[in-house]
């Protein structure tokens, strides 16, 4: 939905909640209960939390981009918190919150986003600037990535978030065109990224490009890290964690960090060749979008469901 400055971005056109009744089901809530969605978006989620609060539970929600502020609703159980999810706890001990009972993350890019022409965040807008940050006060922007970082780092870049085997070839062109003309539009890396994007994988291969950078503009795995180890320590025992993903990279994350207690994946065992972790495992099958569902919205098909209860 591409839209000007002025317009008011509304819930039924920001984003269609993936696995809603799976996620808040899996948040186990009870009326009383203190409740954190740290990717409010357009709201679905946490509207789906409140109808399940009793009057004196309460929900805080985490959302940095602006335009998310538009689909607040008037409710005197929500506290409406803008920030990055890195920040959690800080945020949490400021409104003199310590423990909650259950976390909430949808890690997918909103539909707003993807849809908007003027941010960048996808292959489809030609004439969209190259900036893709969730965060508008952040400085870091794809475009200045692509302008302004080393070539051997535009390539790691490329290869870590966005899984791209060309990856070196294609920093290499983007190291040599920055000379002649500095990138700016979407159309500037599509013309970058095109001899390499041929036949049925085309948009397969821009998507990654696109992923890799967004990922990088947006430092998302790292903040996805501090904000897991976060949510562990705000946790009371027996508070669940639930979280949608949308690609392997964060899946891995969170599957590894619910298994183990950290990212690597390492498995410590005590004397009895129990695996030390500070989780129980809700579902020890990754959940996914009904057929329906996928059907209904397509942008659910990736989505990987993970729920976890500290011990």
């Known amino acids: 939905m591409a839209k000007n400055k002025n317009t008011v971005v509304t819930a039924d056109g920001y984003h269609v909640p993936v696995l809603l009744k799976e996620s808040v089901d899996g948040m186990n809530i009870q009326a009383n209960d203190v409740c954190v969605d740290v990717t409010f978006g357009g709201g679905g989620h946490s509207r789906e939390i409140l109808s399940r609060l009793g009057s004196d539970g309460h929900l805080y929600v985490f959302d940095q981009d602006e335009d998310a502020i538009h689909n607040i609703t008037d409710d005197k159980r929500q506290t409406f918190i803008r920030s990055n999810f890195c920040f959690l706890k800080t945020f949490?001990?400021?409104?003199?919150?310590?423990?909650?009972?259950?976390?909430?993350?949808?890690?997918g890019v909103s539909s707003h986003h993807f849809d908007d022409s003027e941010r960048g965040f996808s292959f489809r807008f030609e004439e969209g600037d190259l900036d893709m940050r969730m965060n508008q006060k952040s400085n870091l922007t794809a475009a200045k990535i692509l302008n302004e970082y080393a070539e051997e780092d535009i390539a790691n870049v490329l290869y870590l978030y966005?899984?791209?085997?060309?990856?070196?070839?294609?920093?290499?062109?983007?190291?040599?065109?920055?000379?002649?003309?500095?990138?700016?539009?979407v159309k500037d890396l599509l013309a970058i990224l095109t001899p390499y994007a041929k036949g049925v994988k085309e948009k397969?291969?821009?998507?990654?490009?696109?992923?890799?950078?967004?990922?990088?503009?947006n430092q998302e795995m790292q903040t996805l890290k501090d904000m897991l180890t976060q949510a562990l320590s705000v946790l009371v025992p027996g508070g669940r964690l639930s979280v949608i993903t949308y690609h392997s990279l964060e899946d891995r994350l969170v599957k590894n960090f619910f298994k183990t207690g950290n990212f690597e994946g390492e498995v410590d065992k005590?004397?009895?060749?129990?695996?030390?972790?500070?989780?129980?495992?809700?579902?020890?099958?990754?959940?996914?979008?009904?057929?329906e569902e996928q059907d209904a919205n397509p942008r659910s098909r990736s989505a990987k469901l993970r729920i976890a209860e500290k011990k």
Do not use: M
């Open 204 to 217: 397969k291969i821009l998507a990654q490009a696109f992923q890799a950078l967004r990922i990088e503009v």
């Open 92 to 107: 949490l001990k400021y409104h003199n919150v310590t423990e909650v009972n259950s976390v909430l993350a949808d890690l």
């Open 162 to 185: 966005g899984e791209l085997k060309p990856s070196r070839q294609i920093a290499a062109v983007i190291a040599r065109q920055r000379k002649e003309k500095p990138f700016e539009k």
């Open 270 to 291: 005590d004397f009895y060749g129990n695996i030390n972790t500070p989780f129980v495992l809700v579902n020890n099958r990754v959940i996914t979008p009904s057929p």
